[in-house]
């Protein structure tokens, strides 16, 4: 390209594995945890759905290597829960590991690495202050 700048457009959902690989572990929260997401929400009067830290949240492992796995949070409800996949629930300073019966070892793995990925991201938030 002779030294010009690139653009490449990425949509959510149909994330490459190499960019997936960049971004790791990648765990996408409902909303986000970025203070301007959470004053526009507040300006507008829209619910606040953003992963509170100190509240509730249900995490679904996707994905069994560094190029595929994809973290996402989902309602805290018991049909959000499969037998193929593993989950991380936190409560307050809580974290819980939940297996489902037919999910791989490298899910299983993956779950124990988020779960300390959200321990600690609390404890940072917790040092600093914030949610």
């Not at 994330?15 to 970025?34: C, D, N, R, T, Y």
């Not at 606040?48 to 492992?61: K, N, Q, W």
Request: include cysteine; proline fraction near 5%; aromatic fraction near 10%.
């Amino acid at each position: 390209m002779k030294g010009r700048p690139i653009l490449g457009r990425i949509y959510e959902g149909k994330e490459p594995p190499q960019f997936i690989a960049l971004f790791q572990p990648m765990v996408i929260l409902k909303g986000g945890i970025s203070c301007g997401y959470k004053n526009s929400v507040q300006e507008k009067g829209l619910p606040d759905e953003t992963y509170p830290g100190t509240g509730v949240a249900l995490v679904r492992i996707n994905g069994t290597s560094i190029h595929n796995n994809k973290t996402l949070q989902v309602d805290e409800v018991s049909t959000s829960l499969s037998s193929t996949n593993c989950f991380v629930l936190q409560s307050g300073n809580s974290v819980f590991i939940w297996i489902g019966n037919t999910s791989s070892y490298e899910q299983q793995q993956w779950a124990a690495k988020i779960a300390e990925f959200l321990k600690a991201w609390r404890c940072c938030q917790t040092l600093q202050g914030g949610n």
